[in-house]
């Protein structure tokens, strides 16, 4: 299982970055899938997730109406638009990926197997 986000970078606030995670070693399709992100000094924490098969959507509440998280089953692609990007989103984010999940922890990073090497969110003016 091999997990690539990229995509990082610099921002300025109110501005607008994306975010990819390309999947490899397993069928993508059926797992799902997710971001979560680490602020230095913080635990990691959840952003956005999708179910498998491009099914339902869920979001931490701070990143809700900013963000939006899709997946291109053909091309075992993860992504993640962020938009009206705030200082607060600065951290490394990480893609990672689950057989199956259930809507009471899809929140926790214990709930998922498989992770990448992250990339690097500032925003900062």
């Known amino acids: 299982v091999q997990l690539v986000e990229s995509g990082g970078g610099l921002a300025q606030p109110g501005g607008s970055l994306g975010l990819s995670c390309a999947a490899s070693?397993?069928?993508?399709?059926?797992?799902?899938m997710a971001w979560f992100r680490q602020a230095p000094g913080k635990e990691r924490e959840f952003v956005a997730a999708?179910?498998?098969?491009?099914?339902?959507?869920y979001y931490a509440d701070s990143v809700k109406g900013r963000f939006t998280i899709s997946r291109d089953n053909n091309k075992s692609t993860l992504s993640l638009q962020m938009n009206n990007l705030k200082p607060e989103d600065t951290a490394v984010y990480y893609c990672?990926?689950?057989?199956?999940?259930?809507?009471?922890?899809?929140?926790?990073?214990?709930?998922?197997?498989?992770w990448g090497q992250g990339t690097q969110v500032t925003v900062s003016s």
């Open positions: 990672t990926a689950a057989s199956s999940t259930i809507t009471s922890t899809i929140g926790r990073a214990g709930s998922y197997t498989n």
């Open positions: 070693g397993f069928n993508f399709r059926s797992y799902d």
């Open positions: 999708v179910r498998k098969y491009g099914g339902a959507t």
